[in-house]
């Protein structure tokens, strides 16, 4: 079974730092794009950042600048660095991989359970 693990959520205060680190596990036979997304209550989820398996990345306007999206394809890892957050930081931080399970599988998006992050003064 396919999991993806979040960490590194909590609470911060604004123009402090978190990490986030998703961490893919179970059997797989290749991860493609990896990604952060974001809700709040009463919105849709939003993206935040993308990464390619070659490393070309992809930023919501609101976040280019701050934010750093890295992964590790040794270790099926994908890394959100938070710098600078703000009040409107605050969410529900989600992981997503699109992932081939094996030769008889296309590839499927799958989703960590999601970690809070909140910025506070």
């Known amino acids: 079974q396919v999991q993806l693990v979040e960490s590194g959520g909590g609470l911060v205060q604004p123009g402090g730092s978190l990490r986030l680190s998703c961490a893919v596990s179970?059997?797989?036979?290749?991860?493609?794009?990896m990604g952060w997304y974001r809700q709040v209550p009463g919105k849709e989820r939003e993206l935040v950042a993308t990464?390619?398996?070659?490393?070309?990345?992809n930023y919501a306007d609101s976040v280019k600048g701050r934010f750093t999206i890295s992964r590790d394809n040794a270790k099926n890892t994908v890394y959100l660095q938070m710098n600078s957050l703000k009040l409107e930081d605050t969410a529900v931080y989600y992981c997503?991989?699109?992932?081939?399970?094996?030769?008889?599988?296309?590839?499927?998006?799958?989703w960590g359970q999601g970690t809070q992050v909140t910025v506070s003064s």
């Open positions: 997503t991989a699109d992932i081939r399970r094996s030769r008889y599988h296309n590839y499927s998006d799958y």
């Open positions: 179970g059997s797989i036979l290749s991860i493609n794009a």
């Open positions: 990464i390619t398996p070659g490393g070309t990345t």
